[in-house]
């Protein structure tokens, strides 16, 4: 029992000791990142105070080095409700949290206030507002433009309305084209895909046929490494068409532009690839139980190249009859409920 009660206390005090400690804001805005000018940190203070002082909403912008072990969502929320932001009878804080070095930024909305400032909207503020100027490492211009859009909004109920409006015009005649789009990408990508499948076949039997020693070695590497082009080539059908999809529904892959940058990973996925294929053709071997291993440096079974690999109107590494499947090519005390919207570039 003891031994038990000793083991609850040292996991509430690591629980306790684990959990990140938020910044007490002494000031509207923070600039722990040290992306702002001291002009620019007084005017900013200035406007959102002034913002404040004449409407009661509290509009906070903290800007941080880095998240730690949590996500933006929690770290921002985290902050909000241990400060207190907005006033407790009507939760009217917002906060604006840049996190320079995880790249992300959140607009946390107090309850009070998500009438007004939606998730849609806040999200639409990042992404137009925020997210360009934050690319080109306008951190200041984007956190400014951003503050006085919110500002407008919660000021000019007219000019807010507009706004949504124009989100749903947007949204309704979009929905259509969006729909039509993504059914006739599908055909692509279902082209790709089945091209792509037999490529990849033809490199299984390719590897199945050397380590049965009815292809050659030399001419098998070859083979398998032609096999990569309409490999290639069918894959093209594939991204391209996921690639329209992330610019019609304006998906955020920022975090994943870094593989753009070094594109060396594609040496580990064409070794995976071949890797796989040598894999799959032992089992194919194995299951079947027919053949024996055995392997041939040059000599390839003519038999065996004219009836798995010939086909007409194809290039072919054995005889030219035609007996197997043809290969084609096509084309204040106050709390967050949680809402908001995040945002990276």
């Known amino acids: ?8 206390q040292m996991l ?18 923070t600039d722990h990142a040290n992306i702002f000018s001291n002009a620019e940190l007084l005017g900013m203070r200035a406007k959102l105070s002034q913002f404040e ?20 969502e929690q770290y921002a929320s985290g902050t909000f ?3 207190g932001l907005g006033q407790a009878d009507k939760d009217n804080g ?9 790249r992300e930024v959140r607009i946390e909305v107090g309850y009070g206030l998500e009438p007004f400032i939606t998730d849609a909207l806040a999200s639409r503020i990042i992404r137009n507002t925020m997210i360009p100027e934050f690319k080109e490492e306008n951190y200041f211009e984007g956190l400014d433009l951003a503050t006085n859009q919110i500002i407008q909004f919660l000021n000019d109920p007219e000019a807010l309305e507009e706004f949504k409006n ?4 947007e949204s309704d005649m979009g929905s259509g084209v969006k729909i039509f789009m993504m059914f006739f990408l599908s055909i692509f990508v279902v082209a790709g895909g089945f091209i792509s499948y037999k490529s990849y076949g033809k490199m299984i039997e390719v590897f199945r046929g050397m380590f049965i020693g009815k292809l050659g070695v030399v001419p098998g590497i070859f083979m398998a490494l032609f096999s990569f082009i309409p490999l290639v080539f069918s894959m093209v059908f594939v991204v ?5 999809v992330v610019m019609i529904w304006e998906i955020d892959i920022a975090k994943y532009e870094y593989l753009l940058d070094d594109l060396n990973w594609l040496i580990y996925v064409v070794i995976g690839s071949l890797g796989l294929a040598m894999l799959l053709a032992v089992l194919k071997i194995r299951i079947k139980g027919k053949e024996d291993f055995k392997l041939s440096f040059l000599k390839s079974d003519s038999k065996y190249m004219s009836k798995t690999f010939s086909s007409g109107g194809t290039h ?3 005889s030219s009859s035609s007996s197997g499947s043809s290969s084609s090519f096509s084309g204040g005390g106050g709390s967050s409920g949680g809402g908001g919207a995040s945002g990276s570039w």
């Not at 002082?53 to 933006?72: D, F, K, P």
Request: proline share 3%.
């Open 1 to 8: 029992m003891k031994t038990a009660f000793l083991y609850f």
């Open 12 to 29: 509430f005090v690591t629980m306790a000791l684990s959990q990140e400690d938020y910044p007490q804001l002494q000031e509207i805005v």
């Open 53 to 72: 002082a004449e409407t009661t909403n509290q509009l906070v912008v903290l800007t941080i080095q880095r998240l730690g072990s949590e996500t933006i």
């Open 81 to 83: 409700n241990q400060n």
């Open 94 to 102: 917002i906060l604006i949290l840049f996190a320079k070095e995880d």
């Open 166 to 169: 124009e989100m749903d015009e």
């Open 240 to 244: 391209m068409p996921l690639v329209f």
């Open 316 to 318: 072919s590494f054995g």
